[in-house]
């Protein structure tokens, strides 16, 4: 799986990413925004603040991180399959 190498906040609650393969784009958050932890993104700013933590995770703080390997795959629109396949389901009898 790539890296996540850099992430920064863009404004409508996106998120640019780069990763370790080149893959670069930015993901829509913004149908987070107020739900649960995400109450904390209704204040812009604090959606702003985001970081790459020292596990290669976007974070803001303490208090959310999200899935660098989720968020490519929602970059991609790859499915875990293609990223591995040894992961396709295949006929077995139990």
Known sequence: MPRLLSVRAESGYRLWLEYSDGTTGAVDLSHLVGRGVFELWKDAESFADVRLSDQGAPTWGDKIDLCPDALYLQLTGKKPE????????SDTDA
Do not use: E, G, R
């Open 82 to 89: 293609d990223l591995f396949p040894n992961l396709s389901s």
